[in-house]
């Protein structure tokens, strides 16, 4: 029965562990949220990875990855104006000709 017991205690103290390190809790999460999903993904296992990746992110890491977004974006757009501009200053000096390609 000695045995039984320390076995026992490792358990409760691995339980409270997880519990404290809020494994529990993102478990759960994960698992709440593939219960309430209307259609099953065909891969649960893929679901649970995509979407506990998502729950151990704290607030500061997505705010700083949804700025790096946004200034992505504004610099593709930049890029996208300047291109647009190079390429009609480039049709000046270099007349397209009917076929779509550049006159020689």
Known sequence: MAHYRASDSKREQYRRYLEKAGVVDSLTSVFVSLYEQPEKPTNALEFIKQHLGAVGQTSSET?????????????????????????????????????GGAAN
């Open 63 to 99: 705010e700083a990855l949804q700025q790096e977004v946004i200034d992505l974006r504004q610099r593709c757009a930049c890029l996208v104006e300047e291109n647009e501009d190079l390429k009609s200053r480039l049709q000046h000096y270099e007349p397209v000709s009917e076929d």
